[in-house]
């Protein structure tokens, strides 16, 4: 910033004092103005342009200490130096707590306020740089792909933009492909932690070894190949989010030891005695039926509650076929521009059996048909033959899903057996509990 | 042509004082001349700090300036020099002040004897330190700022050593606003 473009304001009931640094930052090229008490000071702050301001502490009506609340108020990102005609810890500490950048003794030595003021108007840029980034990061970060404009989809965003704004432990549930991992970054993004990281791990995809040493890091030596300390993932998610996807696949002492770290937010790295600590937040994510997993013994129920505070339920895409076309649409835009293709829409046909399909893989499958889709288009418009399609979409799906051939053919054991539980799990190849289980999933009952 | 007056006062050494009109002369293509006015300094003392107030000696030069007709376009610009303690009333000390864009300055070469510094006296290094800061308040006077540039005695100085490592010169951007500001 140019000197000419940076404005100080003093504010000192002495005419002398007022006189005598006007000319000394004058002299250095400042845009230099004067106030001759705090409601002369603020009638000039109206006008706006201020960077810096020199504020004498004492004053009759209101003092230095009041005027500098008043313009915290009113704006921010100015500097406000206090001057005081003697130097007491009471006063410098109020000065500071009330937002103060610095503050100076009367007489001033000159070559400190020369470096003062240089040092207070770098600080300013920096700060005011640091803001511009930010915004442009919070700009960045709320800009996500989760797209869809149905009632469902809706209430998703509003829970999202509730529960961001707090530091509570998020479940997110759905079947696979609805977007958990979209809906966790997006509640990241809009929390106070987005300046931090969102460190992601897949339960789901990890042996017991392999997930506690990603989770909690290891010492050098700690097993065979670890050659070198690695930190963890909760040690990464310090001051950001931990996003724990398909949590429901973890095992028993993985699960004793995560509730641990999430109710004393410390730990140990394998290997290791030191004690670490890190303060991030917890979301998961599953597609299990977790309920059953407590009932069944395979998830620890005090995890479980821990886990468990708020949550929000995924539809799967089939239950918001109005989001269909505007996803599509969304995912012709990003290929058309990732393969440099002229591609910009559907044909009547395509659409009508895009929306007809039940897209048991969700929004991920939507996804990969139109990638697909768009790497075989050859013209403007992407045609029914070219989406990766069941021959049977664009009529009714009904019984199509794996869970319905399951029922089906579960049905039809029990049928055969004249429901012995016992023979029928033996044929089905499960246990008893689990046949259980399913016959109450399925409502199935025995006709009479 | 710029005219330039040097004006030594109270126990300001008159020799020193002397050999700085050539030196200004040529610094600022001026026509350069010392004279004599009687004044007793000790009106400026402050006896609590007991320094010299140069606020209120360039507003008493000023005022006796004006009545001999001393504020006119083509009247010379005034530069006092003192061996006197200088201060503003908010700062501990200053080497000199001037009226920016006006007629008149105060340079005082006290702190800038080596001997204030436990060094040994040094009268070349006086002079060149002097000269440096003469040359800066008049250029205030001539209605420059001061320059970013390291190299150019327009560059604030508020230590004896920061004015050691700056030149008595101007800068070429300096000397281009002198001309523009000379030829308005």
């Known amino acids: ?448 | 042509m710029s005219r330039i007056r040097l004006l030594p006062l109270g126990s300001a050494d008159r020799d020193m004082v002397a050999a700085l009109r050539p030196a200004l002369e040529a610094d600022f293509d001026a026509v350069a001349e010392v004279g004599e006015i009687d004044l007793d300094l000790d009106q400026f003392l402050d006896p609590r700090r007991l320094q010299y107030n140069s606020t209120a000696l360039i507003n008493h030069l000023q005022g006796r300036y004006a009545s001999i007709g001393g504020m006119r376009g083509d009247s010379p610009s005034l530069l006092a020099v003192v061996d006197e303690d200088l201060f503003i009333p908010i700062l501990t000390y200053v080497f000199g002040e001037a009226q920016l864009g006006g007629r008149v300055a105060v340079v005082s070469y006290h702190r800038l004897q080596n001997e204030r510094y436990g060094l040994p006296r040094d009268q070349g290094r006086l002079f060149e330190r002097l000269h440096k800061e003469a040359v800066h308040e008049l250029g205030h006077v001539f209605g420059l700022l001061h320059c970013p540039a390291r190299e150019c005695a327009m560059h604030i100085s508020t230590y004896v050593e920061d004015i050691d490592m700056k030149p008595a010169a101007l800068c070429p951007s300096c000397r281009r606003q002198l001309a523009t500001l000379a030829r308005a």
């Open chain 1, 1 to 448: 910033m140019k000197k000419s473009d940076t404005g100080i304001l003093i504010v000192d009931d002495e005419l002398i004092v007022r006189e005598s640094l006007t000319k000394w930052f004058r002299e250095d090229g400042f845009r230099v103005d004067a106030a001759e008490n705090a409601a002369a000071a603020l009638r000039k702050l109206q006008g706006g342009g201020w960077t810096l301001m020199l504020v004498d502490i004492k004053m009759p009506g209101m003092d230095g200490i009041e005027l500098l609340q008043r313009v915290r108020e009113i704006d921010k990102s100015i500097t406000v130096i206090i001057i005081t005609a003697f130097a007491s810890v009471d006063t410098a500490v109020k000065a500071l707590k009330e937002g103060a950048y610095d503050y100076i003794t009367k007489p001033i030595d000159p070559d400190y306020l020369d470096h003062l003021i240089e040092k207070a108007l770098k600080q300013h840029e920096l700060l005011q740089e640091n803001q511009q980034l930010r915004d442009r990061v919070s700009e960045m970060a709320t800009d996500t792909e989760i797209v869809g404009e149905s009632a469902e989809m809706t209430k998703v965003m509003d829970l999202v933009r509730t529960v961001a704004a707090t530091d509570t432990t998020v479940m997110i549930r759905g079947e696979s492909g609805t977007g958990k991992e979209l809906v966790a970054r997006a509640i990241h993004n809009q929390s106070a932690r987005k300046y931090f990281p969102l460190v992601t791990v897949n339960c789901g995809a990890m042996t017991e070894t392999l997930l506690e040493s990603e989770l909690f890091g290891h010492e050098r030596g700690a097993f065979t190949g670890a050659q070198y300390r690695r930190k963890g993932k909760v040690e990464a998610a310090d001051g950001g989010t931990l996003f724990l996807d398909e949590i429901g696949n973890i095992d028993t002492k993985t699960q004793m030891d995560l509730l641990r770290v999430i109710e004393t937010k410390q730990f140990t790295r394998v290997g290791g005695s030191d004690i670490v600590h890190s303060d991030f937040r917890i979301i998961c994510a599953t597609n299990r039926d977790l309920e059953r997993a407590v009932k069944e013994g395979t998830f620890r129920e005090d995890l479980y509650y821990r886990l468990n505070v708020f949550t929000i339920e995924l539809p799967p895409l089939r239950a918001r076929r109005g989001d269909i076309a505007k996803l599509a649409h969304f995912f012709v835009e990003k290929y058309a521009l990732a393969m440099s293709k002229k591609v910009t829409g559907f044909t009547p046909e395509a659409m009508y059996a895009l929306k007809a399909y039940d897209w048991p893989g969700n929004v991920r499958e939507l996804e990969n048909a139109i990638e697909r889709a768009m790497v075989v288009t050859c013209g403007p418009m992407v045609e029914r033959e070219h989406l990766p399609l069941q021959a049977t979409s664009g009529t009714t799906s009904e019984g199509k899903r794996l869970d319905d051939v399951e029922q089906r053919h579960i049905e039809r054991i029990l049928k055969e057996t004249g429901w012995n539980i016992s023979r029928s799990a033996a044929i089905l190849d499960i246990d008893r509990v689990t046949l259980y289980h399913k016959i109450e999933k399925y409502g199935l009952k025995r006709e009479p």
